[in-house]
């Protein structure tokens, strides 16, 4: 019932920013955790970063101190704030959803259709 839908992603070189967006329809009234994922070809799907309910942030090693996940200005919108970006960060980046519970995040089991990153050197 509830889809997810990424924007934001495009070009930049190394250094860049980007901001990607994860907007929710079809939004569901339970507490929910929102993560952001991304993958590149022949490479296992990566956890970037998410947020439970509560405001409780988790981010990769690998992007630490350079992303920034948050609710986004409109309503029912997880925004990914990408700094400092590195080629290495070259990938298909989804937002996910999963039900929150007992100060857990349980499966993330609704997916976005992804949007492509690129960065140059």
């Known amino acids: 019932q509830v889809q997810l839908v990424e924007s934001g992603g495009g070009s930049v070189q190394a250094g860049g920013s980007l901001r990607l967006s994860c907007t929710a329809s079809g939004y569901t009234t339970s507490r929910s955790c929102v993560g952001w994922f991304r993958q590149t070809p022949g490479k296992e799907r990566e956890g970037v970063a998410t947020l439970d309910e509560d405001g409780t942030t988790t981010y990769a090693d690998s992007v630490k101190g350079r992303f920034t996940i948050s609710k986004g200005s409109a309503a029912y919108t997880v925004d990914l704030q990408m700094n400092s970006l590195k080629p290495e960060d070259t990938a298909v980046y989804y937002c996910?959803?999963?039900?929150?519970?007992?100060?857990?995040?349980?499966?993330?089991?609704?997916w976005g259709q992804g949007t492509q990153v690129t960065v140059s050197s």
């Open positions: 996910a959803a999963a039900s929150f519970v007992a100060d857990r995040c349980l499966q993330f089991n609704i």
